[in-house]
């Protein structure tokens, strides 16, 4: 509860905004076009991953099934959250009034930390799955099942979940977030709220570490097969070069859209002196600072599906021809240096 308000339950806290300005700046138009768009995204992906998942090699279905899990992940977390920011938009409805017992906010809050770190968790096992498959590939079975990838998927789920649900177990709180239409963890000075800031944005990180470390590893083995002396009898498979240049776009994007934010949460609730006050104000300018990394890192949800769209090989075979003409006399070449000459 808050120091200066004993009457409203513990996710309300001030928030520095006037009704007349929450009316200027709270359209529903860009909230609602926002997730159109990501949903519309989303679905296509999933169309295109539904065709692409007939047939294929095992180790292929295994990696688009990841992409599915993330790609679901991505459309249920632009359609949740989605919903409540636009009825808010829409109706200004008066938060407290509406959930005195604080249980949509939390709601909110569980959403927005699980659909927020779940693609990050995503990427950080596809990268692993991948490091695996290229650099120890006799390390582990030949080809990993898919229903070992969708468990690998629930697992992620289930520890985002599981984070998610802290604040609501006491380990933290989740707030009202300016500009009154949203929820999330606070960005306060007491120690439950530092420590689930730092959990929530130290595991984001390291996620995103973990996938730049391995995707770079991967990345440097497959230019050695294909520049290194065993380069005419082991040259990669297409499907692999694929899918490493799909992984790696899913890498950048992501550090791109959460690591403002991460860092941000990270300063936040380690400054000296706190940025939140004993009323749990925060100054405008945070309020307004966070908003903005939140807005980018929601890109997220929109860049993952295209990234997969336009980086298959039917696409960027059209868009550069000769590149596949190239690929495919490459690959005859070992197959050439291996016929009899007549003598």
Not at 263 to 287: H, K, N, W, Y
């Amino acid at each position: 509860m808050w120091a200066n308000d004993s009457a409203r339950g513990p996710c309300f806290r001030p928030v520095n905004i006037t009704l007349e300005e929450r009316r200027l700046i709270a359209s529903p138009w860009f909230p609602a076009s926002f997730c159109l768009v990501g949903l519309a995204s989303n679905l296509l992906a999933l169309r295109v991953l539904a065709g692409a998942r007939q047939g294929g090699s095992p180790v292929r279905s295994s990696f688009l099934t990841f992409l599915c899990g993330l790609v679901l992940t991505d459309f249920m977390g632009l359609l949740i959250t989605g919903a409540i920011v636009v009825s808010q938009h829409a109706m200004l409805f008066d938060w407290p009034a509406v959930d005195p017992s604080c249980r949509l906010c939390r709601f909110m809050g569980v959403a927005m930390v699980f659909f927020g770190l779940s693609p990050l968790l995503l990427g950080a096992a596809m990268a692993s799955e991948r490091y695996l498959g290229i650099t120890r590939p006799f390390s582990r079975p030949a080809a990993a099942s898919r229903r070992r990838a969708w468990a690998t998927v629930a697992l992620v789920w289930a520890a985002a979940l599981a984070l998610g649900l802290l604040p609501v177990l006491g380990l933290g709180r989740y707030t009202l977030q300016y500009p009154g239409s949203w929820c999330f963890l606070t960005l306060g000075p007491a120690p439950g709220d530092v420590a689930f800031g730092l959990l929530f944005a130290l595991l984001g990180s390291l996620s995103v570490g973990l996938s730049f470390l391995l995707n770079t590893i991967s990345v440097a083995t497959l230019c050695h097969v294909y520049h290194g002396q065993e380069a005419a009898q082991q040259r990669p498979r297409d499907c692999e070069v694929e899918m490493m240049a799909q992984l790696t776009g899913i890498m950048v994007v992501a550090s791109v859209c959460w690591m403002p934010l991460l860092v941000f949460i990270a300063q936040t609730v380690l400054r000296s002196p706190p940025a939140m006050d004993p009323a749990g104000q925060l100054s405008r300018a945070t309020e307004k600072q966070l908003l903005i990394y939140l807005r980018v890192a929601t890109w997220n949800q929109i860049l993952d599906p295209w990234v997969y769209i336009l980086f298959r090989r039917a696409v960027i075979r059209r868009l550069q021809p000769g590149l596949s003409a190239r690929s495919r006399s490459l690959s005859l070449q070992p197959q050439l240096s291996r016929r009899p000459t007549m003598a």
